[in-house]
């Protein structure tokens, strides 16, 4: 199995130019999520998507659209990239539902913006 | 899960010897806790959780305690390793609740002196 996977691992973009982030899991787990992490931050959840069909906002979702495409892919979208988007992004997917909400992460996506 | 203290930020200790990080949250409702670790350029990896009803779990040389009564956590490694050195998190969430997503600390550098 190869867990979650996220591409691309790395992209640069300039002020106002968009972009999707993609990330797949084989795990068949229902719930899936999109964090990003800075420097000195811990990670803070963006979006997050409980179950297929269904998407809502986590701490910081300004800026972003996601896309729960299918059970195993949940994609990110940045409509016009500023650079306080700057970060590393992470993907994960997980069993939730008391008492557990146990996730496991991708290798992350390292995104500049100019 | 709304707020994760987590100290220190960098803990320097020599190899064999024990390596202990905190964290406090502040939600009540919080009953699931798992800890994270971070090698550098890659994604953050389960290492251990607890659950609300248990006050110690051990997985070899880790181990995890909780006090919900003082709303805090505490990450344990004996005999550390060279390849302990990483950036651990905290987390936590209120598993059976309505919003998703684990809350972060802010991390903190392991590193074991050789």
């Known amino acids: 199995n190869a867990g979650v996977t996220q591409t691309p691992k790395f992209q640069v973009l300039k002020t106002g130019q968009s972009m999707t982030l993609q990330c797949a899991q084989d795990m068949n787990h229902n719930s899936m999520y999109w964090y990003r992490q800075d420097p000195g931050m811990g990670l803070r959840l963006i979006y997050y998507?409980?179950?297929?069909?269904?998407?809502d906002k986590g701490e910081v979702p300004n800026g972003y659209n996601v896309s729960r495409l299918n059970k195993r892919e949940f994609s990110l979208r940045l409509e016009s990239a500023a650079p306080s988007q700057t970060s590393v992004y992470f993907c994960?997917?997980?069993?939730?539902?008391?008492?557990?909400?146990?996730?496991?992460f991708g290798p992350g996506t390292r995104l500049t913006v100019l | 899960g709304e707020n994760v203290e987590q100290h220190p930020s960098t803990l320097s200790v020599q190899e064999g010897d024990s390596a202990v990080i905190k964290c406090t949250y502040s939600?009540?409702?919080?009953?699931?806790f798992p800890w994270y670790k971070q090698e550098l350029g890659k994604g953050p990896q389960l290492i251990i959780d607890i659950r609300s009803n248990v006050g110690e779990k051990k997985d070899q040389r880790i181990a995890v305690t909780l006090n919900k009564t003082a709303k805090h956590f505490s990450l344990h490694i004996t005999e550390t390793q060279p390849e302990d050195s990483a950036v651990y998190f905290c987390?936590?969430?209120?598993?059976?609740?309505?919003?998703?997503?684990?809350?972060f600390g802010k991390g903190t550098h392991l590193i074991i002196q050789p």
């Open positions: 994960a997917s997980g069993r939730r539902g008391p008492p557990t909400n146990e996730q496991f």
């Open positions: 939600d009540s409702a919080s009953n699931y």
């Open positions: 998507s409980a179950s297929e069909g269904t998407t």
């Open positions: 987390a936590e969430c209120n598993s059976g609740g309505g919003a998703d997503g684990l809350t």
